[in-house]
């Protein structure tokens, strides 16, 4: 177990990861393709918002149920609901003070997979649909 603290470019939005990050992630998807973060999955319990969420936009897309949250004032993607996993974030690791993440294994995700307005990928065994 392991507690990190994390924060958006200009410091607004603080937050706080506590438990193991095993391995960072990015995705496939077309707003992971152009936000290029390396993400680590973390439980709902784990993540704690410490300053600024009052300056935490919210941005949905698709199916509308990944919520997707970045810094309203530096424009930094920090955290997202994830949609596969709604009980879980995906956390950008860059924001975290103190984690390398070249510690961990690193993995490409099949998000594109999951698109519902795109073509469904049959190995993808989560929802399809609104
Ligand atoms: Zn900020």
Known sequence: ??????????????FRVAG????TITCDCSLCAMRGARM??????ALTIL????????????TGVAQ????KLCGVYT??????????FGVNVACLEGFDPDSVPFRE?????????GPM??????????
């Open 1 to 14: 177990m392991g507690t990190w603290e994390g924060a958006c470019h200009c410091g607004t939005v603080r």
């Open 20 to 23: 193991e990050i095993a391995e």
């Open 40 to 45: 680590a999955q973390v439980a709902e319990t």
């Open 51 to 62: 300053a600024g969420e009052e300056h935490l936009a919210l941005y949905t897309w698709n």
């Open 68 to 71: 997707h949250r970045f810094c």
């Open 79 to 88: 955290f997202h609901r994830k949609r596969a996993a709604p009980d879980r």
């Open 109 to 117: 995700a099949d998000g594109g997979g999951m698109s519902v307005t």
């Open 121 to 130: 990928r049959p190995e993808w065994p989560g929802p399809h649909g609104p």
